[in-house]
Nanobody, 120 residues
Framework: QVQLLESGGGVVHPGGSLRLSCAASGVIFRINVMGWYRQAPGKERELVATITNSGFTNYKDSVKGRFTIARDSAKNTWNLQMNSLQLEDTATYYC??????????????WGQGTQVTVSS
């Protein structure tokens, strides 16, 4: 089984920075896509950023230029550097992985979530 362990959430003032980290463990053949999603109270879970095994990145429009996703494929870890945080970035952030656990089978895995609160 694969587990994703997140770390790095917290409380920060507007304009501040936080760095989220995710580490995948278990039986992993390859991680196809690494990413971060978030869910604010009363809202649906939304994509924040993803990075593929080949390094292609995708960002939610509102975080472009402020957030950066990076990976270390050899260590099965990835992180999200969040700068210039805004009140509307407050949410529970979930680590996500599209992970190949055998030669032919891939599954979606999620972390337990970490709270990011931006408050003045």
């Amino acid at each position: 089984q694969v587990q994703l362990l997140e770390s790095g959430g917290g409380v920060v003032h507007p304009g501040g920075s936080l760095r989220l980290s995710c580490a995948a463990s278990g039986v992993i053949f390859r991680i196809n896509v690494m990413g971060w999603y978030r869910q604010a109270p009363g809202k649906e879970r939304e994509l924040v950023a993803t990075i593929t095994n080949s390094g292609f990145t995708n960002y939610k429009d509102s975080v472009k230029g402020r957030f950066t996703i990076a990976r270390d494929s050899a260590k099965n870890t990835w992180n999200l550097q969040m700068n210039s945080l805004q009140l509307e970035d407050t949410a529970t952030y979930y680590c996500y992985g599209d992970i190949r656990t055998t030669l032919t089978l891939s599954y979606n895995f999620w972390g337990q979530g970490t709270q990011v609160t931006v408050s003045s």
